[in-house]
C-alpha cells in the first residue's frame, strides 16, 4: 500500500476517534464523576439554609 494512502487512512481514523470522544464528553460530561462528602454535605447544609424549592431547568425555562 503507499505510503499517502496509509497516511490518509491514518489521518482518517485520528479523526474520526477524536469526533466519537468529544461527542462522549459532550453527551455526559460528569460521568463516572462523584461528589467528596465534603461537598455533599456542603450541599446539604447550603440547602437548609436556603430551603426554596429547586426546580428544573425545562420548568424554569417555560415559565420564563
Known amino acids: 500500500m503507499n505510503t499517502i494512502v496509509q497516511?490518509?487512512?491514518l489521518?482518517?481514523?485520528v479523526r474520526q476517534t477524536i469526533i466519537e470522544s468529544v461527542q462522549?464528553?459532550?453527551a455526559?460530561?460528569?460521568f463516572g464523576m462523584m461528589l467528596s462528602s465534603q461537598t455533599?454535605?456542603?450541599l446539604k447544609?447550603?440547602?437548609k439554609v436556603n430551603?426554596?424549592?429547586l426546580i428544573a431547568l425545562?420548568?424554569?425555562s417555560r415559565k420564563n
Open 58 to 60: 425545562k420548568e424554569f
Open 51 to 53: 430551603p426554596k424549592k
Open 24 to 26: 462522549e464528553i459532550f
Open 7 to 9: 497516511q490518509r487512512q
Open 40 to 42: 455533599i454535605k456542603q
Open 45 to 47: 447544609k447550603a440547602q
Open 28 to 30: 455526559d460530561p460528569d
Open 11 to 13: 489521518q482518517s481514523l
